[in-house]
């Protein structure tokens, strides 16, 4: 096979194919997205589209990934094929010192400085995009040396995914951008792809097929097989009770005058028009909305468990009715728990469950059949089973490794319930024991599904059907990338398995239609969300006022305006509240549903108090929707609330429309904090002030000391007069205050004026 030829490529190291060079000539003109089949070398195209730009243009190339161990492939992949100089010197140059590598992999793990110090030194950076907008947002580098941003899975760049607002950004800051965005599945709606197209600036699409002529003869072959499954009767009558249960609740929802489906007819999409019709009476003062909407939590939880039973099995479905008995029998549960585990027909299947020793449904034995006869022809092989919930893949991992099939499971990070998550670097890790043969089977969730690549996987199992065409695409192109493979989907007949295979392959359909016509839909006018005002900022250097925010707040988009804005911002964990306006202002920040749920799940007032108490000027805004139609709770329930954190606590409590409107007010409030009533503002006059709280404003006024510490050195020492004569020694021994703080009080109260 001929290689590829060029001056930062490895000689005789990349092959040579038409519709890669193609494509990459066509991403050197202009903004483009490239539709690519999984397996045939998205990744080869960035880089050669790499190694032109830094050849010919310099500068930095940044490419984004959703997972990390994602990100930690593609470093593996520039780093085998692209020559660059060590960062800092030449190629070949002597030193005392090993070079630096060009190649940087950034994780959230690093300091900041550490960050910075490796975007200003190598040439390729390759992170996941959250960590870059965070350091982008905090004004610790800018994008305007990028000369190359590749967006992986660009189809995630919808809504606040921190793709669209580092595409925005790049796009407008940079001085010689230019974007390459790549995926195998667009998605089959082609509305949603040109928002994505929008999102990104896409001015061209490159797309290709597996029967393409030019892609052809790089095509393995995939085979695809359906197994179909008969439920058994255990899980029949099972089944048959659950939806006893339901046709109840949608009876008593058409006894409250709510349009209702039949049972049968009870899709997603019906379940959606039943919560939109209670949310119109709820927000009409209908005292009908407020118990339709806990009937509906029911509905809910009963279609849920429908589909654990038809797709999942006894085991999973077992847990869930455990879970769900032990919610509506503690102190706690939901109301719509409460009546579950109330309901005698429910009391009787989950006993029932309780007798359930062993596995009911077929799948897992058949997948492992699967398994056993693919390890015992190809001795070799990797296999990857997918299933939708972890609950599903922990009992797998159990149940084939009974059997004497070593596996690993492959989740998500978050803790879910008890069981913990993978952290990024075990999900690297495991895929490196996976590669390296030392077990034949992962085991995985969606996270699975996204661009991993491991050459010898040729067997992807589905344990279920999938309605999204994109995570069946995803799914199925990790087999056949450089082999032939196989596909088997366990389709459960009479279930939503098959509903979801007729679903996927409709879409998938739809989605190849609609990518022919792309480039003519983006020929045609539209708007487009970078030619905003924001966009327009001459430079990205924040000049604004200065906000401290939450690390924890930076998924927001709050955030991502006031940056537009030009707001200074630091990023930082802050112990109470979300933003931090100079020395005086702390802001938590709810959305009304929040706001309503934190005060029946979790301590609303006490997790304000703790904000009050550490801040002279604590503001709590309330973003978006009446707070009276969130949740059946009583209007007076409410209002007691707002009184309590108003006028006990003293929180100033501001109501904003959307994220939009909550920028602009911190914005606003940070300017006034700043502005030229600066000397006034210090320390504002407020009358009708106690001994005790004129004790505590003029200690609170001290620097780095707050209400929270004047409180604590005021209960120790006993008055003002008792601190300014602490020693050093006295005031560093209370809990709580730092040494740092305890000198700047011993400092201040002991320096001269002027």
């Keep these: 096979m001929p290689s590829i030829s060029h001056p930062l490529i490895k000689p005789d190291t990349l092959e040579s194919r038409e519709y890669q060079l193609s494509i990459a000539m066509k991403a050197l003109d202009a903004n483009t997205m490239v539709i690519l089949p999984t397996g045939l070398g998205k990744t080869a195209v960035a880089l050669l589209v790499a190694a032109s730009r830094l050849y010919n243009e310099k500068g930095k190339v940044l490419m984004l990934a959703p997972t990390k161990p994602l990100v930690e492939q593609h470093l593996r992949y520039f780093e085998k094929y692209l020559v660059l100089k060590p960062a800092g010197g030449q190629a070949g140059e002597p030193s005392g010192e090993p070079a630096a590598s060009p190649f940087v992999m950034f994780t959230g793990d690093a300091p900041p400085a550490e960050r910075t110090a490796d975007w200003n030194r190598a040439t390729v950076i390759l992170a996941t995009p959250q960590v870059i907008k965070n350091d982008v947002i905090a004004g610790r580098y800018t994008l305007a040396d990028v000369t190359l941003m590749v967006v992986d899975e660009c189809h995630r760049a919808v809504g606040n995914y921190a793709y669209v607002f580092l595409a925005q950004r790049y796009l407008a800051s940079a001085d010689k951008p230019l974007l390459l965005a790549m995926t195998a599945s667009p998605g089959g709606m082609q509305e949603k792809v040109q928002e994505v197209c929008a999102n990104l600036g896409i001015q061209h699409v490159e797309t290709r097929t597996e029967n393409d002529p030019d892609v052809r003869p790089y095509v393995f ?115 719509a728990s409460q009546r579950l585990a109330a309901d005698p027909s429910f009391r009787e299947l989950f ?130 990338r450089h082999g032939a493979g196989r596909v088997v989907v366990l ?60 690390d924890r707040e930076t998924s927001s988009k709050v955030v991502e305006v006031l940056s537009g804005m030009g707001a200074a911002i630091r990023l930082k964990r802050l112990p109470f509240g979300d933003y931090a306006i100079g020395d005086r202002i702390l802001v938590e ?28 000027r604590p503001v709590l805004i309330v973003e978006g929707g009446d707070l009276y139609t969130q949740r059946d709770i009583h209007p007076n329930a409410i209002r007691g609330v707002l009184a309590a954190l108003t006028v006990d606590m003293g929180v100033s409590v501001l109501f904003t429309r959307d994220e939009q409107d909550t920028a602009q007010m911190l914005f606003t409030i940070a300017k006034r904090e700043e502005g030229e009533r600066g000397e006034r503002k210090a320390h504002p006059h407020k009358t009708h002030r106690s001994v005790r709280e004129d004790q505590e404003y003029i200690i609170s006024a001290f620097p780095e000391i707050g209400m929270k510490n004047a409180r604590l050195l005021l209960s120790h020492f006993g008055s003002i007069q008792g601190i300014a004569n602490a020693s050093f020694e006295e005031l560093v021994a209370i809990h709580g205050i730092g040494e740092k703080t305890a000198q700047r009080v011993y400092e201040v109260c002991r320096a001269k004026y002027g």
């Design 589 to 616: 920040r709810k959305t009304a549903r929040d706001f309503v749920d934190t005060l029946v799940n979790r301590d609303l007032l006490g997790q304000v108090k703790a904000m009050a108490d550490a801040a002279i």
């Design 351 to 480: 006993e029932r469950s309780v007798e359930w020793t062993k596995e009911l449904h077929p799948k897992a034995e058949i997948a492992l059949g699967l398994v056993r006869e693919q390890l015992e022809a190809h001795p070799d092989s990797r296999i990857i089973l997918f299933a939708t919930y972890r609950d599903t893949v922990q009992l797998l991992v159990d149940y084939l490794t009974a059997h004497g099939i070593p596996c690993e499971r492959f989740v998500g990070q978050a803790a879910k319930d008890s069981e913990k998550g993978l952290t990024q670097k075990k999900q690297i890790a495991a895929l490196g024991r996976f590669r390296g043969g030392e077990f034949r089977v992962l085991i995985a969730t969606s996270v699975g599904e996204e661009g991993l690549d491991v050459p010898s996987t040729d067997m992807v199992i589905f344990y279920e059907a999938v309605p999204s065409e994109i995570r069946s695409i995803q799914r199925k192109g990790r087999t056949g």
């Design 221 to 335: 072959e995939r085979e695809l097989e359906y197994i179909d499954i008969e439920l058994p009767p255990e899980l029949k009558s099972a089944i048959a009770v659950i939806n006893g249960l339901i046709e109840n609740r949608l009876g008593l929802l058409a006894s409250l005058h709510f349009t209702v489906p039949k049972r049968e007819k009870l899709t997603m999409k019906a379940l959606n028009a039943i919560n939109a019709q209670i949310q119109q009476r709820i927000q009409n003062r209908d005292p009908a909305g407020y118990q339709a909407a806990s009937v509906y939590a029911e509905c809910m939880k009963l279609k849920h468990a429908v589909t654990l039973a038809e797709s999942q099995g006894s085991g999973v479905l077992k847990g869930y009715l455990a879970k769900l008995y032990a919610e509506g029998t503690s102190a706690g549960g939901s109301r």
């Design 491 to 550: 389709v459960t007949k009479g279930t939503s398995d098959e509903v979801f295979r007729h679903v996927s392959t409709t879409k998938e359909k739809m989605m190849h239609r609609s990518m022919r016509t792309l480039n003519t839909a983006l020929a045609s006018p539209r708007e487009t969300p970078l030619v905003t005002e924001q966009a327009a900022i001459e430079e990205f250097t924040p000049q604004g006022p200065r906000i401290v925010i939450d």
